[in-house]
């Protein structure tokens, strides 16, 4: 429900309050039986900018962790984001976050790829700070060194992890 303009928002809540008492509700009371007896009779409604941003927000989230296997078995994001600038209606410059699958064109696909390897840089960053920071100032004179060059992980996890206990066929069995 829209405030009425001659208030203040927090005039206008606190009369919703006071109208919740006026009417015989249980009192005290805590803000979520308030706020649920607001909604039910129509008193207070969220924002639609603010049901929008949860849904938005929401659906970003489940994009984000959908995982699906490639061709080659691969287990890889479904959907990959990226940010744009653009000019909006008025010709102000707006940010945007464009969301697509994997069959999104080269340069679309590149830059969601270099704006998530920025997210990891800037991890390490504060990585390192936090590192170097700890080596200068902890009590007990530790110096603690991380290696900030991740191709040997790299190559790590993608070795075959299945279990193969087949030999060789040029070895030998020996049967005792």
Known sequence: ?????QSTKSEWLQDIVNDYIASGNLW?????TIGAWAIRHDRWSPPQRSMIDQ?????????????ERDPQGRTV??????????MDARGKLV???LWFDRSAAPDLMHRSLQQRRGGI????????????????????????????NFEPDLSDLEQDTEYNPQRPPDEEQDDF
């Open 1 to 5: 429900m829209p405030r009425p303009s």
């Open 28 to 32: 005290p009371a805590d803000r979520r």
């Open 55 to 67: 849904c938005a927000k929401e659906l970003a989230e489940a994009m984000r962790l959908k995982m």
């Open 77 to 86: 994001r479904a959907k990959h984001c990226a940010k744009i600038s653009e």
């Open 95 to 97: 940010q945007k976050t």
């Open 121 to 148: 840089l800037g991890d390490c960053k504060q990585l390192k700070t936090d590192q170097d920071s700890y080596n200068d100032n902890n009590p007990f004179g530790a110096t603690i060194q991380m290696s900030f």
